[in-house]
């Protein structure tokens, strides 16, 4: 079955460190892959996608990702966390047959320590 | 720029009361979407659209109704309301290609 998974339910990280939010996803090829951000009683924002080509895959709010197609990771990285980036974040994947069905994985909550 | 609109944000309900969720979008999307987010959990598809008088089920539509009359709106039916879809409701649209837009959500509580 289809499935994606984030380890991390919540971290918590000082202002200024790095982050990093790991996804892995089990499909039976390489599928569209997607981080979402979610702030407190808000929708949710896509951050990223990657389709193909390069891997290391750039974002808006200085986020990046990379896809690792051995590891069947797409892990979400940002090399200075600010206040603002307090938030939930969603790993998604859809098959490349289907790209416009979503799965979601559980969310990781981001705490940002002053 | 509107986007996705969606109404009402909040709302409480009675068990075996029913409602509609409005749902609207301005881009001229094909595909929308009703997402359902428990929580700590990710949110799951409950129906989709690919486009006016096409809907389909996604992961969990039961006690769910939608129908998709234009390409701007795509209401989310709930009948016979039960504790157990007390949660917040999103809809979404996306173009042809894989971007969703997702609205600002819907808390539903049912008591």
């Known amino acids: 079955a289809q499935s994606v998974t984030q380890p991390d339910i919540h971290i918590t990280v000082s202002e200024g460190a790095s982050l990093e939010l790991r996804c892995n996803y089990s499909?039976?090829?390489?599928?569209?892959l997607f981080w979402y951000v979610q702030s407190p009683g808000q929708g949710l924002q896509l951050l990223l996608k990657y389709f193909s080509g390069d891997t290391l895959v750039q974002g808006i709010k200085g986020f990046e990702a990379e896809f690792k197609r051995s590891q069947s990771s797409f892990n979400l990285r940002k090399p200075s966390v600010h206040w603002s980036d307090a938030a939930e974040y969603f790993c998604?994947?859809?098959?490349?047959?289907?790209?416009?069905?979503?799965?979601f994985g559980g969310g990781t909550r981001v705490l940002v320590k002053p | 720029n509107a986007g996705v609109t969606q109404t009402p944000k909040f709302r409480i309900l009675k068990i075996g009361q029913s409602m509609t969720l409005q749902c609207a979008q301005d881009m001229n999307h094909n595909y929308m979407y009703w997402y359902r987010q428990d929580p700590g959990m990710g949110l799951k598809l409950i129906y989709y659209s690919v486009g006016a008088g096409i809907t389909d089920k996604g992961e969990v539509p039961n006690g769910y109704n939608v129908s998709r009359s234009t390409t701007e709106d795509f209401p989310l039916r709930l009948e016979l309301a039960a504790p157990s879809q007390t949660s917040v409701y999103f809809c979404?649209?996306?173009?042809?290609?894989?971007?969703?837009?997702f609205g600002e959500g819907s808390w539903l509580t049912v008591v």
């Open positions: 499909y039976g090829a390489t599928p569209y």
């Open positions: 998604a994947v859809a098959p490349k047959a289907a790209g416009n069905k979503l799965t």
């Open positions: 979404a649209s996306s173009p042809q290609l894989n971007t969703i837009y």
